[in-house]
């Protein structure tokens, strides 16, 4: 179903995968649009076995483009060292394939809870209080990951070896 990586000498192994999905703090929703049209969004996430977790509006273009297909990617740069005398760029990236589900009452508090310990793991009392007061204003969505590939440039592939 998923096309296999076509480098596989680039192929992140899936701790490596894993840890970058843990340690980035931003990556790139892609859904199907409006009149088929891909729509990409950056946005703050969390991942927790093997699911990524993000909030948004309770409408618009992202809700209702996932309510029309909920089959997403989800692409994080994690690496992006351009370097000019080599004309090539350093990168490790992730792409993740899944569905996505809006959550509501237990699963919601969860997956807000986890967003909220990611950008604030300090701040216990604010985090409660910033999650009750917002909690009926926003839908949180899951990620539920059916594929994914971790990828690094060849040359940090080479220097690793």
Same mark, same amino acid.
């Given at each position: 179903?998923f096309?296999?990586?076509?480098?596989?000498?680039?192929?992140l192994? +899936?701790e490596e995968t894993?840890? #970058?999905?843990e340690?980035? !703090?931003s990556g790139?929703?892609?859904v199907?649009?409006d009149?088929g049209?891909p729509y990409?969004v950056?946005l703050?996430?969390v991942?927790?076995d093997s699911?990524?977790y993000?909030?948004?509006a309770?409408?618009g273009?992202?809700?209702e483009?996932?309510?029309?297909?909920?089959k997403v990617s989800?692409?994080? +740069?994690?690496?992006?060292?351009? #370097?000019?005398?080599e004309? !090539?760029t350093y990168?490790?990236?992730?792409?993740?394939?899944?569905?996505?589900r809006l959550l509501?009452?237990?699963e919601?508090?969860?997956a807000i809870?986890?967003?909220?310990k990611?950008?604030?793991?300090?701040?216990?009392?604010?985090?409660a209080?910033e999650?009750?007061?917002s909690?009926n204003r926003?839908?949180?969505?899951?990620?539920a990951?059916?594929?994914?590939t971790?990828?690094?440039a060849?040359?940090l592939?080479?220097?690793?070896?």
């Open positions: 179903m096309r296999e990586m076509r480098r596989k000498n680039q192929l192994s +899936i894993i840890s #970058i999905l340690g980035e !703090t790139t929703l892609a199907l649009g009149d049209y990409a950056p703050s996430y991942y927790k699911k990524i993000f909030h948004c309770k409408s273009h992202k809700i483009a996932i309510l029309n297909n909920n989800f692409c994080i +740069i994690a690496q992006d060292q351009i #370097i000019p005398e004309y !090539t990168y490790r990236s992730v792409i993740a394939f899944g569905k996505a509501e009452n237990e919601k508090h969860y809870d986890l967003l909220a990611k950008y604030s793991p300090q701040d216990e009392a604010g985090r209080k999650i009750e007061e909690f926003v839908v949180m969505v899951e990620i990951i059916e594929h994914m971790g990828k690094a060849r040359e592939v080479r220097k690793e070896k």
